[in-house]
């Protein structure tokens, strides 16, 4: 059974195959009819030339009946299976040759792509390497800077410190704030302790490092000019001076707890100096936030000298208040308990400072009723 199917389905390509050739010789022959009855002429030149032979109109339309009947005949002798394999297979040729043509326009793509990707990794062997010469540029100019910095840190402690020495003549005061430099000077300072406090707020250096020897050596030098009656006058008059006075009063409660003990000691020294100056007094008492961060100083503070110069520094806003308004906040934002637990502190300094500010205070309420 299976060759009679072998021989069947040879038997029908072979049939079709043929009824393709004789159609395809009818329409040869219908053609060349037609140019036939349109010239004689023509005609006689083309069987000469080419060696035709001539039919006649009834013989070639018993040969275009009988490729008709052949072709039906096939189609009859053709099972549905074979009818729709080659309808099947004239579609698959139309997928081929679709998948051939995207085939070869994704090949196209392809070389396009990978002469742009081939391009693309020159581009990037030279980033690569400008990338290179830009990085080691970097590290030589941040080991510059680093020297630099080095240099500049250790020269400006040296020189402050110098400056913190010779402020400690009166003299001296004089010369230094004639000069042309002393507001730049004042600016200097206040930024330069701004920026050290920003900077280390979670955990200062060691009071060794050049950096920290030069913040201290301005914050003294400041507290020196502050001791003296003209520098005091010179803070509380000019604008500059009053602007470092603000700064300093500022960072007080923003040096870590339990660090940076000598130059908070240093702003505060500095802040009593210039109370002693009325003029500075008037302008301490105006600061809103002053005396509840000098009461903070005194209760997270654990060092003897840090209290009792926040203590001297009360004592001296309570003994004269630039106002009723200030007498009020000085008795309601001091705490006369935390006075009486530092009048039983076992450091002389600090106990005799409580009780003189409690004193101070008492007077102030008696003399306000």
Same mark, same amino acid.
């Given at each position: ?196 406090? #920003?900077?280390? !707020? ?7 490092? +050049? ?5 201290? @050596? /301005? =914050? ?123 009048? #039983?502190?076992? !450091? ?7 009780? +003189? ?5 008492? @007077? /102030? =309420?008696?003399?306000?009723?």
């Amino acid at each position: 059974a299976m060759n009679d199917t072998k021989s069947e389905r040879t038997l029908a390509l072979e049939a079709l195959a043929l009824a393709k050739e004789v159609r395809t010789n009818l329409r040869d022959l219908m053609k060349e009819w037609y140019q036939t009855e349109e010239g004689v002429p023509l005609l006689s030149q083309a069987l000469a030339d080419q060696q035709l032979l001539l039919v006649h109109r009834t013989d070639l339309d018993k040969l275009a009946t009988e490729a008709m009947m052949l072709r039906e005949f096939v189609l009859k002798i053709l099972s549905p299976d074979y009818t729709s394999a080659l309808a099947k297979l004239t579609s698959t040729e139309q997928e081929l040759h679709r998948v051939t043509k995207d085939r070869n326009l994704l090949e196209s793509e392809k070389e396009q792509l990978a002469r742009k990707a081939e391009g693309l990794m020159v581009d990037f062997e030279q980033e690569k390497q400008e990338k290179s010469l830009v990085k080691n540029e970097l590290v030589a100019a941040t080991h510059q800077l680093a020297q630099q910095a080095e240099y500049c840190s250790t020269m400006g402690a040296s020189c402050s410190t110098l400056l913190w020495r010779v402020s400690k003549h009166e003299e001296s005061i004089h010369s230094l704030l004639s000069g042309s430099k002393v507001n730049e000077f004042f600016q200097l300072v206040g930024e330069t302790v701004t920026s050290y406090i #920003s900077i280390y !707020h979670e955990g200062f250096p060691s009071e060794e490092t +050049e950096e920290t020897q030069f913040v201290l @050596a /301005l =914050c003294g030098t400041v507290t020196n000019i502050a001791a003296s009656a003209y520098g005091r006058e010179y803070l509380s008059s000019s604008s500059c001076g009053l602007d470092l006075v603000d700064v300093l009063c500022g960072v007080l409660v923003d040096i870590p707890h339990g660090q940076g003990t000598k130059l908070k000691n240093l702003c505060l020294m500095a802040l009593y100096n210039v109370s002693i100056n009325q003029k500075g007094l008037t302008h301490l008492s105006l600061k809103p936030n002053l005396i509840g961060d000098l009461v903070w100083v005194l209760k997270e503070s654990r060092d003897v000298v840090t209290r009792q110069h926040a203590l001297r520094l009360l004592q001296s806003m309570v003994l004269e208040p630039a106002s009723e308004l200030v007498t009020q906040q000085l008795l309601r934002v001091i705490p006369l308990e935390l006075l009486h637990v530092l009048s #039983s502190d076992p !450091h002389h300094e600090v106990n005799t400072a409580a009780l +003189e500010l409690m004193a101070d205070m008492q @007077a /102030l =309420c008696s003399g306000t009723k």
